[in-house]
């Protein structure tokens, strides 16, 4: 299992981004895609996750309301937008995936860069 995620960049504050992450092989209804970010000095945090099947979702408090994940079963790919963008959420964002939605995400992605001006 490979994830390739995307659509990092710079933006400023209060801006939008839409993050993308591309599964290869097949992505079974058992499974959770997440995002996940660690920004400079800090340790990795949950973000968002939706599980395949159902399209269930749960966010980190300090990002409900302004992000949004979803996902395109026919493309195998799952997104992050994020509106109203601050300097603290710069970060890398990460794309994982958990086969069996136990909680234990065995897959991981590259990463991509997320910088919010001020």
């Known amino acids: 299992v490979q994830l390739q995620a995307s659509g990092g960049g710079l933006v400023q504050a209060g801006g939008s981004l839409r993050l993308s992450c591309v599964a290869s092989?097949?992505?079974?209804?058992?499974?959770?895609l997440g995002w996940f970010r660690q920004a400079p000095g800090k340790e990795r945090e949950f973000i968002a996750r939706?599980?395949?099947?159902?399209?269930?979702?749960r966010y980190a408090d300090s990002v409900k309301g302004r992000f949004t994940i979803s996902r395109d079963k026919a493309e195998n790919t799952v997104y992050l937008l994020m509106n109203s963008l601050q300097p603290e959420d710069t970060a890398v964002y990460y794309c994982?995936?958990?086969?069996?939605?136990?909680?234990?995400?065995?897959?991981w992605g590259q990463g991509t860069l997320v910088t919010v001006s001020s």
């Open positions: 092989g097949r992505t079974y209804s058992s499974s959770t």
């Open positions: 939706i599980t395949w099947g159902y399209g269930h979702t």
């Open positions: 994982a995936k958990d086969p069996g939605s136990t909680g234990t995400y065995a897959h």
